[in-house]
């Protein structure tokens, strides 16, 4: 077996160290080693965004990053999301309109959202159907889950207001 | 999986020395979307990834419009896209990278990885040989420039000497009444493999076009520099019959491959197609330019 690797990283703000193979994903060692099992394992070939994170703030899957890239970098997941008790306004909307079914694409839905208010706070449906368009949610509420984010954004707007 | 080693070295001379020395057991790691997919696959199974975004040249983007823009071989989508000169100076070549993938795989994926992919149907690269960009690599014997369509060297394949990696592209300096555009055909809307896909880099004086580029994609082993299309349009006013002419020389540059995404006939017939559509939006932006 190869030599395992020691890893220092930052995950939702806080210092994280782990060790991890060479070959071990991020999503590998989030939900294997750090018990972090918001990400999820869909396709594990970057296609269905179960396993969106942010790095650096720059939405990736995780299942496409090695865990050794981590080193140094800043890392959020979905637990990370929420500010202790108190959701997301994504994740209070996500509930109240029921944007999910299964809940399997949700973690990745609800990062894949945050990622994109946080740069652009009034995006138009085109622009939140293509941010999504790499989250895949295979009991097909897309519909629901695009007016979850327009109806967040609306209201996160005029709450800065 | 197993006995893998990785490396992040922070100097290109380190991460040339230890790629070399794998021996042909080396990986570069540069947005990994592709190399990972291959891993979990079982396709490949390296001895070593070098991982090179720790390396100030390969994540910089240098230059300017003017002088020419100089994009570190493993700069993202992501990262390309929010730079504030580049979209507007060359908004094909940057459509060509931006078309890769989501927005998650747009987070890592650069103009090095899918240069050095070697996939036929690689989005970023018809509009890169449109522009005429140039890639600078470097390997044990020193660091070289070659054009971008010289980089292919059929599927999976480059002309890339062992140990070489690809360290930037270097865009030429904008002139006046310049500007580009990039065209694919894919089966579904989004997120998908293309059929064919256009780059076209136009000058135009007035309503006479003074110089063009073509790139060809998905249609061939190795993404095409298409010399005849460009001079079917050079010298016109992008008339019916030099846009005719120049559709022509795309499709009898075709050889194509037949597959469940589109037939040989196909994909012949789109290149013609596309190649009129996006010298059309090339004409236009470069009347604005």
Known sequence: MAKKLHISTTINGEPEEFLCAPSDTMLDVLRNELDLTGA?????????????????????????????????????????????????????????????????CTPGMLVAAKALLDQNPDPTETE?????????????????????????????????? | MTDIQYLAPTSLDEAISAYAAADGAGRILAGGTDLLVQMQAGMVEPGLIVDIKNIAELTAIEGSAESGFVIGAAVSGATLEKHPGFGEAWPGVLEGLNLIGSTQIQGRASFGGNLCNGSPAADSVPGLVAAGAVVTV???????????EDVPAGPGKTNLAPGEIAVSITLPAKSAGQSDAYLR????????????????????DGDTCTAARVGLGAVAPTVLRVDDAAAALVGSTLDDAALEAAAAACRAACNPIDDKRGTIAYRTRVAGVLLKRTTAIAAERAAQA
């Not at chain 1, 269905?48 to 050794?68: K, N, P, Y």
């Not at chain 2, 055909?185 to 135009?204: F, W």
Request: hydrophobic share 40%.
């Open chain 1, 40 to 104: 999820k394992e869909g396709c594990g070939s970057g296609d269905c965004g179960a396993c969106s994170i942010t790095l650096d703030g720059t939405l990736v899957c995780s299942c496409l990053m090695l865990a050794a890239e981590a080193e140094g970098k800043e890392i959020t997941t979905i637990e990370g999301m929420a500010a202790g008790e108190t959701l997301h306004p994504l994740q209070q909307k996500f509930l109240e309109e029921a944007a999910l079914q299964c809940g399997i």
């Open chain 1, 128 to 161: 939140v159907r293509f941010w999504l368009a790499g989250n895949l949610c295979r009991c097909t509420g897309y519909d629901k889950i695009v007016r979850a984010v327009m109806d967040t954004a609306a209201e996160m707007r005029g709450a800065a207001k």
């Open chain 2, 138 to 148: 470097q390997g044990p014997d020193g660091r070289r420039e070659i054009a971008v």
């Open chain 2, 185 to 204: 055909m894919i089966p579904r809307t989004e997120m998908d493999i293309a059929v064919v896909g256009v780059g076209v880099n136009l000058t135009m």
